[in-house]
């Protein structure tokens, strides 16, 4: 049996080997057709296929960006306001504290969103009761001018802190002089 398995391994070679490469598929002979269109072709689908549209359909002018100017913050706001300074136990408006409340008239005046708060000083010379009271009338001889100057009285609220709350606290002339005062806050 030796012998026989050797050529019957050839013989199954050989068949495998005829099988593959005898069966060969027939091959197509028929002419292919051009499938490329012709020029003619191309423009007659493309006229077919053509909207008309204007130049400009979906191209709007370029506008320049305009930013909004961004509003002052109250902090901002409140830099921008003087003080008002007084003559000693005076509540009279001398022709400098005039001139500082018609600068602060505009400013108010511009933001009409905001209140303003309007505080009488005084220095520390006089009873408590007397600069409280000095205070108070300080504060409302401002209120009535910016009111003569077109500020809307409803905005603007009086306080009154006397000697209580001062700019300086040294005992002097030139530190009384910086205490005698009113001074703005919007709110």
Same mark, same amino acid.
């Given at each position: 049996?030796?012998?026989?398995?050797?050529?019957?391994?050839?013989?199954?070679?050989?068949?495998?080997?005829?099988?593959?490469?005898?069966?060969?598929?027939?091959?197509?002979?028929?002419?292919?057709?051009?499938?490329?269109?012709?020029? @003619? +072709?191309?423009?007659? =689908?493309?006229?077919?296929? !053509?909207?008309?549209?204007? /130049? &400009?359909?979906?191209?709007?002018?370029?506008?320049?960006?305009?930013?909004?100017p961004v509003p002052p913050t109250l902090a901002q706001l409140n830099g921008q306001l003087q003080t008002a300074y007084f003559d000693f136990d005076k509540f009279?408006?001398? @022709? +400098?504290?005039?001139? =500082?409340?018609?600068?602060? !008239?505009?400013?108010?005046? /511009? &933001?009409?969103?905001?209140?303003?708060?309007?505080?009488?000083?005084?220095?520390?010379?006089?009873?408590?009761?007397?600069?409280?009271?000095?205070?108070?009338?300080?504060?409302?001889?401002?209120?009535?001018?910016?009111?003569?100057?077109?500020?809307?009285?409803?905005?603007?609220?009086?306080?009154?802190?006397?000697?209580?709350?001062?700019?300086?606290?040294?005992?002097?002339?030139?530190?009384?002089?910086?205490?005698?005062?009113?001074?703005?806050?919007f709110e």
């Amino acid at each position: 049996m030796s012998k026989s398995l050797p050529k019957l391994m050839i013989l199954l070679l050989a068949l495998a080997l005829v099988g593959a490469v005898g069966c060969k598929k027939p091959v197509d002979t028929t002419p292919v057709a051009d499938t490329a269109p012709t020029q @003619d +072709a191309v423009e007659e =689908t493309a006229d077919d296929d !053509a909207v008309d549209v204007d /130049d &400009n359909a979906g191209w709007e002018e370029e506008k320049p960006v305009v930013e909004e100017p961004v509003p002052p913050t109250l902090a901002q706001l409140n830099g921008q306001l003087q003080t008002a300074y007084f003559d000693f136990d005076k509540f009279e408006l001398s @022709d +400098a504290t005039r001139a =500082t409340i018609q600068a602060n !008239a505009g400013l108010i005046n /511009d &933001n009409p969103d905001y209140g303003v708060v309007v505080g009488g000083h005084c220095d520390e010379r006089g009873t408590l009761e007397y600069n409280i009271s000095l205070g108070e009338k300080r504060a409302r001889a401002v209120r009535d001018y910016l009111s003569a100057l077109g500020v809307d009285r409803s905005r603007v609220r009086i306080v009154t802190y006397g000697e209580e709350r001062p700019a300086d606290r040294g005992h002097g002339e030139s530190a009384w002089a910086k205490n005698r005062r009113a001074e703005f806050k919007f709110e």
